[in-house]
Each structure stands twice: as C-alpha cells, then as structure tokens.
C-alpha cells in the first residue's frame, strides 16, 4: 500500500478510478472515489464522493486540513 502522499499525488490516482483516503480521518473503512455520469445521471459532470462509516455514498468536498495533508494512501 503506498501511503504518506500529498493530496496531489493521491488526485492522480483517484482521476483514474482508483480509492483514496487519509490516515487522519476519523472513520474507518472511508475512501474517495470520482462517480463520472452517464446517460441517466442527474449530474453533467464527474464529482467526487466519500464512502463513510455507515457505507453511505454521499458528495465531498476537501477541507483546507485535507488539501494540505500528506497522510493521504492508495485503497486496494
């Protein structure tokens, strides 16, 4: 698992569809995942969402403590 990443590197791999998350964050088991719409989404364009701790799927937006981090890692 690679870990210790800025928030850079771990866009890099989530733009790809890989998972992301942090080593700081309070739950376990919460990762990133960008959801790219299609043909029957509400939504025109890809977002980015976090799956929490009660296995919801719901929309994220970074926190400055979040895009400042280097605790970031790869979810395999």
Avoid: C
Wanted: aromatic share 14%.
């Amino acid at each position: 698992m690679t870990k210790n990443l800025n928030f850079s590197q771990a866009l890099e791999k989530f733009k790809v569809g890989g998972k992301v998350a942090r080593d700081g964050w309070n739950g376990k088991n919460q990762y990133l995942e960008i959801q790219n719409p299609d043909d029957y989404s509400k939504m025109g364009l890809p977002y980015i969402y976090i799956k929490t701790v009660d296995n919801k799927l719901v929309p994220w937006i970074a926190s400055q403590s979040d895009l400042l981090s280097d605790d970031w890692f790869y979810v395999e």
